[in-house]
């Protein structure tokens, strides 16, 4: 299951990954990206 949102005007990207396992969540700011695995 993946959930996305897109803010392009700003360049913003949230992102939701769920797996078996973990939950990911991903922010994209312009270029910088932060990744943010949950156990």
């Avoid at 803010?7 to 910088?32: C, E, H, P, V, Y």
């Amino acid at each position: 299951i993946q959930i996305q949102f897109r803010f392009n005007s700003d360049s913003i990207q949230i992102q939701f990954r769920f797996t078996s396992d973990s939950l990911q969540i991903q922010f994209r700011f312009n270029s910088d990206s932060i990744v943010t695995p949950i156990a």
